[in-house]
């Protein structure tokens, strides 16, 4: 009998060094909370998804001004020519801004995982004229773009949202062209005054931990907008 414990321990160390151990360690289960899933990843409960039902919230003329889009523009320091993604583009509000800036020559991939959305972006860009926006279907763990494709990806207040955090982290590091960056724009958690439910607010610290887990370096954080943090990664191989 002490024989087969001794030989169980050896098998779970064994397990606990692999990375099926590790990818299990960073996900746990609860009870969902009002907002949430149940499903927690490095010490926080992911959110639920915005429906497209919430499409016209993304849209709303007060936008502009409550976030400041145009400060957000000139943080993600975009050039004529670039292949950016815009990851949970939804509408394609910010696509079709950054698809100004990178013409001529540029593209912007707009990926989301809900058909309807991809309706509606494809919609506003043909309202638009911008042929330079690219809509893209992506899965809840694959963002589905080519290996070595993209110079910048973006994922404004997207990211507290994903199911498989990891997972669509490491597409999106596939996607990424050597010394390609990873912007993540996310409600600032410190902030009390920022009106926007916890569970779709996140830390500083907390993206920095979750972007550790993956090959990026963190190159700055940009506060000046009112409401989110604008952190920068780039792909280190």
């Given amino acids: 009998m002490n024989r087969v414990l001794h030989r169980f321990f050896l098998l779970l160390i064994a397990f606990a060094l692999t990375p099926a151990w590790a990818q299990y360690a960073r996900h746990a289960e609860r009870a969902p909370s009002r907002d949430g899933i149940g499903k927690v990843y490095m010490g926080r409960e992911i959110s639920m998804v915005m429906g497209w039902q919430g499409a016209a919230w993304l849209e709303r003329s007060e936008r502009e001004q409550e976030e400041r889009t145009d400060l957000l523009l000139k943080a993600l320091a975009l050039k004529s020519g670039m292949v950016v993604a815009d990851i949970g583009a939804g509408t394609g509000y910010l696509s079709r801004r950054m698809a100004e800036i990178v013409a001529p020559g540029g593209r ?5 995982v809900q058909p309807e959305m991809i309706r509606l972006l494809e919609g506003l860009a043909k309202r638009t004229g911008q042929t330079n926006i690219e809509p893209r ?8 773009l080519a290996p070595a494709s993209v110079d910048l990806a973006v994922m404004v207040d997207v990211y507290h949202e994903l199911t498989f955090p990891h997972e669509v982290l490491a597409s999106i590091l596939r996607a990424l062209k050597p010394g390609g960056e990873v912007v993540f724009v996310e409600y600032k958690a410190e902030d009390p005054t920022v009106p926007i439910k916890p ?21 700055r954080t940009e506060t000046g907008l009112p409401w989110q943090h604008v952190v920068v990664f780039r792909k280190t191989r």
């Fill in 108 to 112: 912007v991939l707009a990926v989301d």
């Fill in 137 to 144: 279907l992506g899965s809840e763990t694959d963002v589905n």
């Fill in 199 to 219: 569970l779709h607010k996140m830390s500083e610290s907390q993206i920095r931990r979750e972007a550790s887990a993956h090959a990026l370096e963190w190159v």
